[in-house]
């Protein structure tokens, strides 16, 4: 899967599983993946800033990790 494939490059250990949204409203980052998405932070759940409303490290080290893959830099 592609995410699993970047948490590889990056360093990370992904799990992939179904959530509840009130356990989002404890994320201290939040971010999609997708074919058509990339990595798309999310910074907002339900009106509610997650941590302090910017795009967290994680979500920047995909990106990062997803760019070099596809032989684009930032």
């Known amino acids: ?3 699993r494939d970047l948490d590889h490059a990056a360093g990370f250990h992904v799990e992939e599983r179904a959530v509840q949204v009130e356990e989002l409203h ?3 980052e ?3 993946t997708g074919t058509t998405t990339e990595v798309r932070p999310t910074v907002r759940i ?3 800033d997650i941590e302090d409303g910017a795009v967290g490290p994680v979500a920047r080290r995909l990106y990062e990790a ?3 893959g596809v032989g684009q830099r930032f």
């Open 1 to 3: 899967a592609p995410g």
């Open 26 to 28: 404890d994320a201290t």
């Open 30 to 32: 939040a971010f999609f």
């Open 46 to 48: 339900d009106g509610k």
């Open 66 to 68: 997803f760019l070099e």
